[in-house]
T-cell receptor, first 116, second 108 residues
Framework: DARVTQTPRDKVTEMGQEVTMRCQPI?????VFWYRQTMKQGLELLAY????????DSGMPKDRFSAEMPDATLATLKIQPSEPRDSAVYFC??????????????FGPGTRLTVL | DAKTTQPTSMDCAEGRAANLPCNHS???????VYWYRQIHSQGPQYIIH???NNETNEMASLIITEDRKSSTLILPHATLRDTAVYYC?????????FGAGTRLTVKP
């Protein structure tokens, strides 16, 4: 049963610290997405990649957030420095090759980030 | 992108059909209607999608009006495990924008 995996599942850190969240997309999927969910804003798309190239990161605060795909099996989302307002659940999702309009997105279990 | 309007919450009796409406009056011709749901503390889960025709799969049915300005997701026999937030999304590319969704509570 292929699934998107995310690590860590929970992260508590102090303001100013660097946070790295990792995602392993489903093998063979060529699109990867990062979302953030808060009670106030709901689910927000931060960035997405196709074939490891960033296609859109307009939803991501550029000054402190960065997203990369070092290889096809790993996507990372980094926050440096972290702030309390970054506290949220961060979801990674991946999708298969093909016309975008047909693509399902398969979501991981999320990383719950708390910045004190 | 077209926006969607959904009721904030709905209740449904276990075993009965759950009908979740969605308005998307500004949808354009090449935008698809997608439904996802999110069970508490989990990532969103794909349910179904369609363009013009009604669609059915093992999870649900999607009824799209002829003018495509609204749609209804039907869970034919709701169970307690169907309690979740249901999101209606219109999209033409990978830029999928989630709204607030409908919180469906299935009651025994």
């Amino acid at each position: 049963d292929a699934r998107v995996t995310q690590t860590p599942r929970d992260k508590v850190t102090e303001m100013g610290q660097e946070v790295t969240m990792r995602c392993q997309p489903i093998l063979g999927h060529n699109t990867v997405f990062w979302y953030r969910q808060t009670m106030k804003q709901g689910l927000e798309l931060l960035a997405y990649f196709r074939n490891r190239a960033p296609l859109d990161d307009s939803g991501m605060p550029k000054d402190r957030f960065s997203a990369e795909m070092p290889d096809a099996t790993l996507a990372t989302l980094k926050i440096q420095p972290s702030e309390p307002r970054d506290s949220a659940v961060y979801f990674c999702a991946s999708g298969p090759e093909g016309l975008a309009r047909y693509n399902e997105q398969f979501f991981g279990p999320g990383t719950r980030l708390t910045v004190l | 992108d077209a926006k969607t309007t959904q009721p904030t919450s709905m209740d449904c009796a276990e075993g009965r059909a759950a009908n979740l409406p969605c308005n998307h009056s500004t949808i354009s011709g090449n935008e698809y209607v997608y439904w996802y749901r999110q069970i508490h503390s989990q990532g969103p889960q794909y349910i179904i999608h369609g363009l013009k025709n009604n669609e059915t799969n093992e999870m649900a049915s999607l009824i799209i009006t002829e003018d495509r300005k609204s749609s209804t997701l039907i869970l034919p026999h709701a169970t307690l495990r169907d309690t979740a937030v249901y999101y209606c999304i219109v999209r033409v590319n990978n830029d999928m924008r989630f709204g607030a969704g409908t919180r469906l509570t299935v009651k025994p």
